[in-house]
C-alpha cells in the first residue's frame, strides 16, 4: 500500500511573494488614470481604517496605493507621511521612523517639510512627569455602602433672611434750602454753549 502525498493545506494557500507578484502584474495591465483612480480609492479607504484604529489594514491599503502612484510625486509623498503614521500606530516604531527619515529628502517641499516636523515630534525625548505636576486620584471601588451613609450630607434649613431696615426718614428742617447760585450758573453756561454753536455755524 503506498500513500501518496496529497497536496497540503498550506500548499493551496499562494505566499506573500506571490501575492505580490500577482498584484504587480495586474498593475502592470492598467493605464495611468485607472492606477490613479485606484490609488485614491486605496488611500481614503487607509484614511478611513486608520481613524477607526485599524491600523495594519490601513497599512496594507496605503502600501497597495503607494504601489498605483508615483512614489516621488506629491500624491506618493503624501500616501507615504500616512504610511508612517499608520506604523508609528500600529507599533513598529523602526519602519515607521526608517521611512520619515526617507522623506526627508523627497522632491516634494511639502512632503519634506511635513516630514521634517514629524520626524522631530518622533525623536522628541519622552518627558519627565514630576510628582508634583500630577495629581493622584484615589480608588473609591474599596470603599463600603455602609462608609458612604456615614458621609451623607445632612439637610439644610433654609436661612431666614432678615428684614432690611428701613431708612430713618429726613429731618427736612436741618436740609440746606438755601439758593446756592448753581442753577443760574448752569443756565448762562448753556446759554454761550448754544450762542457759541450759532455763531460758528
Given amino acids: 500500500m503506498t500513500l501518496e502525498s496529497s497536496p497540503s493545506p498550506q500548499s493551496k494557500t499562494p505566499s506573500v511573494p506571490d501575492l505580490s507578484e500577482k498584484l504587480q502584474r495586474k498593475l502592470d495591465q492598467l493605464d495611468s488614470s485607472e492606477k490613479k483612480a485606484q490609488a485614491r480609492e486605496q488611500l481614503v479607504t487607509g484614511q478611513a481604517a486608520f481613524e477607526r484604529g485599524?491600523?495594519?489594514?490601513?497599512?496594507?491599503?496605503?502600501?497597495?496605493?503607494?504601489?498605483?502612484?508615483?512614489?516621488?510625486?506629491?500624491?506618493?509623498?503624501?500616501?507615504?507621511?500616512?504610511?508612517?503614521?499608520?506604523?508609528?500606530?500600529?507599533?513598529?516604531?523602526?519602519?515607521?521612523?526608517?521611512?520619515?527619515?526617507?522623506?526627508?529628502?523627497?522632491?516634494?517641499?511639502?512632503?519634506?517639510?511635513?516630514?521634517k516636523r514629524l520626524l522631530y515630534i518622533l525623536e522628541a525625548p519622552e518627558l519627565e512627569l514630576k510628582p508634583e505636576w500630577t495629581t493622584k486620584i484615589p480608588d473609591l471601588s474599596n470603599l463600603d455602602e455602609d462608609n458612604g451613609k456615614q458621609y451623607a450630607q445632612k439637610a439644610k434649613k433654609p436661612r431666614r433672611r432678615k428684614p432690611k431696615p428701613e431708612p430713618e426718614p429726613l429731618d427736612l428742617s436741618q436740609v440746606n434750602t438755601e439758593d446756592n447760585q448753581f442753577v443760574w450758573i448752569a443756565l448762562i453756561g448753556i446759554l454761550l454753549t448754544l450762542i457759541g454753536l450759532i455763531w460758528l455755524s
Avoid at 76 to 84: H, R, S
Wanted: charge should be positive.
Fill in 54 to 115: 485599524r491600523y495594519k489594514k490601513a497599512i496594507a491599503h496605503f502600501q497597495t496605493a503607494l504601489q498605483l502612484s508615483n512614489p516621488i510625486g506629491m500624491r506618493g509623498g503624501e500616501i507615504q507621511l500616512w504610511l508612517v503614521n499608520a506604523y508609528i500606530a500600529a507599533g513598529e516604531d523602526q519602519a515607521g521612523l526608517a521611512l520619515c527619515r526617507k522623506l526627508i529628502r523627497h522632491p516634494d517641499l511639502d512632503t519634506q517639510r511635513q516630514s
